[in-house]
């Protein structure tokens, strides 16, 4: 099966596996776990920052942010489909105890600096929650993973100096934002800023986030991990596969995520070109996102009849792609979603090409296929899918494949 589900579907490398098995571990809660306190030093030398934080996952790297910056009654200023706002079930609500201004974003996935200053509440004016926190998103999701540059990011944040509100980046993909900009990934998290990143995205490991920022915000990060149950003891072991991702070099997986952005766009170019597709501007696929439509719509229908049939052709869509062993994923607005990633190769990129074209002619949307199966264009590579499950060793070099 060629998942393009979610970069969260990847499997750790061989690497990862042996780092795992002979971690030195503690007590991470005590702060006694040796291999936790080399992934927090090396994420907080990556991004710039004092400190870091290992935590269980994105989510909650976004809750004990918020958890460590916002007052509860507090008011958390960002982009209206933030992934904080709109798919970790409302914790900012619920948990933080905060509400959400929320400003609708660019189509790059930037919001609007003078909405942002126009969003901040009169601290004097009791009938108004306190403004805590401002937050941003960076890659974008909905905008299709856009990267977020190195001078809005800085104009961001003196912004938030300036109103003496702290910034707090939700970068799940930073690592992609980075390599997409040809920066290093400490150009995107400005001084005084706060910020968490998945090691369990497209850095391909098993389970895990870091969260990072200065020493007194990581401390209070701290006490927050332990009030949600983030505490994990022994975390070394996930520690070391976060390790192993962050090297420098063809070893690690930050170099490595040019080839998903390069699969995606190479994949994206095919999509565009089928008929039935639409929606799909592949220029704009700067990361490792491909988003696109079925259909004659061009857009997710207003009515209720024809918002029915487009669900419906949709998920036959996905179901013809999915018997032809590809997966993809349902996605806001009527659109679809695939993501290369760590264990997908070229060859697996034409197979897909190959099947979506036939699952399209399956449903109606583009001309018929003439043989009984869609072949691929390349036979696949099946390096990834071993018996162990495991999947390759990052390849030196792999940056410069076509």
Same mark, same amino acid.
């Given at each position: ?87 970790? !079930?409302? !914790? ?12 609708? =974003? $660019?189509?790059? !996935? ?66 992609? =934002? ?66 192993? $991702? ?13 080839? %998903? ?10 999509? $565009? ?29 207003? %009515? ?69 199966? $869609? ?22 070099? =792999?940056?410069?494949?076509?």
């Amino acid at each position: 099966m060629i998942d393009l589900r979610s970069d969260t579907v990847t499997l750790p490398s061989p690497a990862m596996r042996r780092a795992m098995a002979e971690a030195e571990v503690g007590d991470d809660v005590w702060g006694e776990d040796p291999t936790v306190r080399a992934l927090e030093e090396r994420s907080a030398e990556l991004l710039g920052a004092e400190a870091g934080l290992l935590v269980a996952s994105g989510t909650m790297g976004n809750l004990v942010g918020l958890l460590a910056h916002v007052p509860r009654g507090g008011e958390i200023i960002g982009p209206a489909e933030i992934h904080t706002f709109s798919s970790e !079930g409302a !914790g900012h609500a619920v948990v933080v105890g905060a509400s959400a201004r929320a400003i609708p =974003a $660019a189509d790059d !996935g930037t919001i609007d600096l003078g909405a942002v200053r126009g969003a901040v509440r009169d601290p004097s004016d009791v009938h108004q929650p306190i403004s805590a926190l401002i937050t941003i998103e960076n890659t974008h999701a909905l905008s299709m993973g856009q990267p977020l540059a190195p001078a809005y990011m800085q104009s961001l944040a003196e912004l938030a100096r300036d109103v003496r509100i702290p910034l707090f980046i939700d970068g799940a993909r930073l690592f992609n =934002a980075a390599v997409a900009l040809g920066v290093p990934a400490r150009d995107l998290v400005p001084a005084r800023a706060s910020a968490t990143f998945c090691l369990s995205k497209s850095l391909a490991c098993p389970v895990g986030s870091v969260v990072v920022g200065d020493t007194a915000f990581i401390a209070r990060a701290r006490r927050a991990r332990k009030m949600v149950g983030g505490g994990m003891r022994q975390a070394g072991i996930i520690a070391a596969a976060g390790l192993v $991702a962050l090297r420098d070099g063809p070893l690690g997986m930050i170099d490595r995520l040019a080839d %998903d952005h390069a699969n995606a766009r190479y994949l994206a170019d095919a999509l $565009a070109s089928m008929p039935g597709v639409t929606g799909l501007d592949p220029t704009r696929v700067r990361t490792n996102f491909v988003l696109f439509a079925i259909g004659d719509q061009g857009r997710w229908p207003d %009515d209720r009849a024809g918002r029915e049939r487009a669900v419906r052709t949709r998920a036959a869509f996905l179901a013809r792609l999915d018997a032809r062993g590809v997966r993809m994923i349902e996605y806001p607005e009527g659109r679809i979603r695939a993501i290369p990633h760590y264990g997908i190769e070229r060859a697996d990129i034409d197979t897909t090409i190959a099947a979506t074209r036939a699952a399209l002619a399956e449903v109606g949307l583009g001309p018929a296929v003439t043989s009984g199966r $869609a072949q691929p264009a390349v036979a696949p590579q099946v390096s990834r899918r071993t018996a162990t499950g495991s999947g390759p060793e990052p390849r030196p070099g =792999a940056r410069g494949r076509p």
